[in-house]
């Protein structure tokens, strides 16, 4: 394969249909922001509380393999919390199928991301972070549905999914 074949793949993997369903969940989310204080402890705090796979995404900012994440074809209604120290950060009606094979959002909830420009793919793109424990949770891409025109692309090792039948987990940490 050549440059020029190999670059323009990489180009036009944004441009590809990435929506195929849109989860219209008639549930509304109570709460739809978060008032968060930074947790000040090490990385290595959460080595035992969390799986070693979420520990590589999560504080060595890895990315599991697309498709393996049985969270990518969850459409109940419910929240999606951080695997690690539980903030909320996604609510089922955000969630939609974006074909990567990753879970995808079209926002999060206010205020539970911090963002940073991740420049290790060459181009640069916007990663974003659990803001609570610092926990990497992926990238946001603007190929994702309107309104917004955001894919909040995730790692699921990084979430946790919870059913609105189920309490949320207490915040760890």
Not at 72 to 92: E, M, N, R, W
Request: aromatic share 10%.
């Amino acid at each position: 394969m050549n440059r020029r074949i190999f670059l323009t793949g990489l180009l036009a993997i944004p441009a590809a249909p990435m929506i195929s369903r849109i989860s219209l969940a008639q549930h509304q989310p109570e709460e739809t922001s978060v008032n968060v204080r930074p947790l000040d402890v090490p990385h290595s705090y959460w080595r035992d509380k969390v799986s070693s796979e979420a520990y590589e995404v999560l504080f060595e900012e890895g990315t599991e393999r697309a498709g393996s994440s049985p969270l990518d074809k969850i459409y109940q209604d419910g929240t999606y919390v951080c695997a690690a120290c539980h903030l909320p950060l996604f609510t089922s009606e955000a969630k939609f199928d974006s074909g990567t094979g990753w879970p995808s959002f079209t926002q999060p909830i206010e205020g539970a991301m911090e963002q940073k420009q991740d420049y290790r793919m060459i181009w640069p793109r916007t990663e974003y972070h659990c803001a609570r424990c610092g926990g990497h949770q992926g990238h946001v891409f603007n190929d994702g549905p309107p309104p917004r025109g955001e894919r909040w692309c995730n790692n699921g090792v990084a979430l946790r999914f919870v059913p609105t039948t189920d309490a949320l987990p207490e915040l760890r940490g």
